[in-house]
């Protein structure tokens, strides 16, 4: 329809003024968590530990990388062939193909939601989410960091478009890049479902687990990388940087104890909740994945911005399968996920770029509505409004930035493991205050996800609910037009 072209025009033209409006780059290298990567194959290369301080040695030689601040590595070991190989280029090059890889990564996401939501694709979609995509906060951050999140949640994307006859090999390889980033890859198993997901996925699990036993064999197995998951996990659980359920708890007063069970009872309803609605075949298997990137947020233990990522798919299953209040309501969950809020007190002279950018995605939903768009589809817009009102606020309370608050005299604490100096880092950059504003900045994302994850409960079941209620046509030797399918064939 002619309105939604426009609408996608004038979102585009709104990314064009947020990129206008961008502030200068933070100091140090591009894409700054690939540093980690790259450091991790060089040091498996040389013999060294890539889960401890020896990647430091690595990290150093990177141009624009300061002194003293070490960024720690924690990926799974079967991904340490792909990080050696990636080292082997100078670090010009690796970030170009790295970033090349990501690219991929994002239109995989993008276009793999969209075919997952079901009906046709054309020209002002593909606008769209381009659009939604830039204004998608955790992509967004994602990206711009490097991070192999981009391409974890793209792999569970695209596993099951690829669970189809002849195609389990691939559906495994799209799982075993899902489980790159291992706390994201645990919603496949809401799609676990079928003849052709269990071997693709028994395949993958085999790959991963002994690619990583061989990979680490002569560092200390997997019992050394299992130590470091949970010194890591320690050293990260209640600082700023984490928007966990936990996190937010003891932020805003709680007593460690308190926050750790409060985070456990959470946990255990949300995945109960889950395991029900995808044990109840209420929902097609596609759908029960959507559901479970969206709840999966609030019982993840260790959740950093970008792995907000993961919400993209159920955002965009809404946005094609919604109508009316239903629509409007999801629009604006997505949006509360859109937003990275805990960037508008880190990086406040960006507030700018952050309204114009909340607009254009949410015009980009407007745009991607799969009925006949009226004044209610353009209400998310006041997310917006919301954005430069907060970010006002948060601008007051600043959220310090690593490594760029790190002291110059900060010095890394001699014989202590890679977790403990990167808590200490944190800790001298002034992240590791709790700071109950940041904390309801940080609850924003998560009450994204639990509203989210309730309207696409229902959204869903009521478009499964439609299509299992269409009549079937009667056979006949003269072909007759097919309906337009709600759910793409698995």
Same mark, same amino acid.
């Given at each position: ?15 064009? $003024? ?120 955790? $992509? ?26 002849? $195609? ?129 947020? $609030? ?9 907000? #990522? ?44 952050? #309204? ?135």
């Amino acid at each position: 329809m002619r309105s939604r072209a426009l609408v996608a025009g004038l979102a585009l033209a709104l990314l064009a $003024l947020g990129f206008a409006l961008r502030p200068p780059p933070t100091a140090g290298p591009a894409l700054r968590d690939f540093e980690s990567y790259y450091a991790a194959g060089a040091t498996w290369r040389y013999h060294g530990d890539p889960y401890g301080r020896d990647v430091w040695r690595v990290e150093r030689t990177i141009p624009g990388v300061g002194h003293d601040e070490l960024l720690p590595f924690v990926g799974p070991p079967f991904g340490l062939p792909l990080w050696e190989m990636l080292a082997r280029l100078d670090w010009g090059a690796a970030c170009v193909v790295w970033g090349t890889l990501l690219g991929f990564g994002l239109a995989a996401l993008a276009f793999g939601s969209l075919r997952l939501a079901g009906g046709t694709i054309d020209l002002t979609d593909a606008v769209a989410i381009l659009v939604f995509c830039a204004g998608f906060g955790p $992509l967004t951050s994602g990206m711009a960091l490097g991070q192999v999140a981009i391409l974890s949640c793209a792999g569970i994307v695209v596993t099951p478009l690829l669970l189809g006859p002849r $195609l389990v090999f691939a559906a495994a390889a799209s799982t075993l890049v899902a489980l790159l980033q291992p706390n994201l890859a645990i919603a496949l198993l809401a799609r676990a479902g079928g003849r052709r997901a269990p071997i693709a996925f028994a395949f993958a699990a085999a790959l991963a687990l002994g690619g990583s036993t061989i990979a680490i064999a002569q560092r200390g197995g997997l019992g050394h990388y299992l130590d470091v998951l949970r010194e890591h996990a320690a050293a990260e659980r209640f600082i700023a940087i984490q928007t966990t359920v936990a996190a937010v708890v003891r932020a805003l007063g709680a007593t460690p104890s308190i926050a750790g069970g409060i985070a456990i009872c959470v946990a255990l309803v949300t995945l109960g909740a889950l395991a029900l609605q995808v044990l109840s075949r209420r929902y097609a298997p596609d759908d029960c994945l959507g559901l479970a990137c969206a709840a999966l947020p $609030l019982a993840l233990p260790f959740a950093h911005e970008h792995d907000f #990522t993961l919400a993209f798919l159920p955002a965009i299953l809404v946005a094609r399968r919604a109508r009316g209040a239903l629509w409007v309501a999801g629009a604006i969950s997505s949006l509360v996920i859109a937003i990275d809020w805990l960037g508008l007190a880190q990086r406040p002279h960006g507030l700018a770029m952050s #309204t114009a950018f909340a607009c254009a995605a949410a015009l980009g939903l407007a745009a991607l509505a799969r009925e006949r768009l009226l004044p209610f589809h353009f209400l998310p817009v006041l997310v917006a409004l919301a954005v430069a009102a907060v970010g006002t606020l948060a601008a007051a309370h600043p959220l310090p930035t690593w490594p760029v608050d790190l002291s110059p005299a900060f010095r890394m604490p001699a014989r202590a493991s890679a977790a403990a100096v990167w808590n200490a880092e944190q800790i001298a950059s002034g992240i590791g205050s709790l700071d109950p504003r940041w904390a309801l900045l940080r609850l924003f994302s998560l009450a994204g996800c639990a509203s989210l994850w309730a309207i696409a409960s229902v959204v869903l079941l009521t478009s499964r609910r439609a299509q299992d209620l269409q009549p079937r046509s009667e056979p006949s030797s003269t072909p007759r037009p097919q309906p337009e399918a709600v759910y793409p064939s698995a």
